[in-house]
């Protein structure tokens, strides 16, 4: 059974426009979300996360939203550039007190964003 | 600063052959290790992950192994690989935090 799901295996943009990618969880105990953005043949990177106890995070161009009465998240991208176009992937995890957690992060499938010039 | 090595690159190897990967970090100490698996049209998924030297928990039954012979080595092996190994394999680390920071893979590929 998937506990984080990105449903969309795909989405095109065009540049300036924005991104949106949705990410959606079933596990009511995570209450740490990231994403991750990965290009080919490469490791992912870290972008932006999000605690439980927020509803919105905001770093530039890129900002996550939390719902986390519809265990729901999203990753808004404005404005999307070329250099953008990757596959994103949303990840959650459990907190487990000061010594962090094992960084057992569950990731969805992720979504491939094109951003067209 | 922190750096992570993982290495080869690209692999190609024929059915029933052993593998190993091998993955070192730098910069840090105690960190936390773990070997990430990307299929063909999946996500991540977690292999192995590591709190310590020889203290290596699986959260997958498969035909792979790893070991931490050191604090900052991390090895994933197999004895005999099947068609099913293949995929893009990710060393990645964090210490005391949520946050992975991954290496650049190895594209493996059983034939």
């Known amino acids: 059974d998937q506990q984080v799901k990105q449903n969309s295996p795909s989405l095109s943009v065009q540049e300036g426009r924005i991104s949106i990618l949705n990410c959606d969880y079933t596990?009511?105990?995570?209450?740490?979300f990231l994403w991750y953005k990965k290009y080919p043949a490469e490791g992912p990177t870290f972008l932006i996360s999000?605690?439980?106890?927020?509803d919105k995070n905001e770093d530039g161009r890129f900002t996550v939203f939390l719902n986390k009465s519809a265990k729901h998240l999203s990753l808004h991208i404005v404005p999307s550039q070329p250099g953008d176009s990757a596959v994103y992937f949303c990840?959650?995890?459990?907190?487990?007190?000061?010594?962090?957690?094992?960084?057992?992060?569950?990731f969805g499938k992720g979504t491939k964003l094109s951003v067209k010039p | 600063s922190q750096t992570i090595h993982q290495w080869p690159a690209t692999l190609v190897q024929p059915v029933g052959s052993p593998l190993s990967l091998e993955c070192t970090v730098e910069?840090?100490?105690?960190?936390?290790l773990y070997w990430y698996r990307q299929a063909a049209g999946r996500g991540l998924q977690l292999l192995f992950y590591?709190?310590?030297?020889?203290?290596i928990s699986s959260e997958v039954p498969q035909n792979l192994s790893a070991s931490r012979p050191q604090d900052r080595q991390f090895i994933l092996s197999s004895k005999k690989l099947l068609l099913s190994d293949s995929g893009f394999y990710l060393c990645?680390?964090?210490?005391?935090?949520?946050?992975?920071?991954f290496g650049s893979g190895t594209q493996l590929s059983v034939l």
């Open positions: 999000i605690s439980s106890i927020k």
């Open positions: 590591s709190i310590g030297i020889d203290q």
């Open positions: 990645a680390w964090s210490v005391r935090t949520e946050k992975l920071f």
């Open positions: 990840a959650a995890s459990v907190l487990r007190g000061y010594g962090g957690s094992q960084g057992n992060l569950i």
């Open positions: 910069g840090t100490s105690n960190p936390n």
């Open positions: 596990n009511s105990m995570f209450d740490y």
